[in-house]
């Protein structure tokens, strides 16, 4: 039967089923692509922590007199 507002045809449960064997998947990401990304995440981790150790020390430490 034919849907005639929306112009689709309804379904079974059967074929909603075998349409979902037929669903475009993503492709599984590469070694290469795994390696930049955990590459990225942990240089943004490290780029965080530095962050925070700068914001903790002073903003301009003690100058030790020569001598």
């Keep these: 039967m034919r849907d005639r507002v929306f112009g689709r045809q309804s379904s079974t449960a059967a074929a909603r089923e075998a349409n979902k064997m037929f669903r475009k998947v993503e492709a ?30 002073p903003a301009n430490p003690p100058i030790r007199p020569a001598g």
Excluded: G, T, V
Aim: hydrophobic share 35%; charged share 45%; no cysteine.
């Design 28 to 57: 599984a990401p590469s070694e290469h692509a795994k390696a930049d990304k955990a590459f990225h995440a942990n240089r943004e981790r490290l780029k965080a922590e530095r962050l925070a150790r700068e914001s903790k020390r």
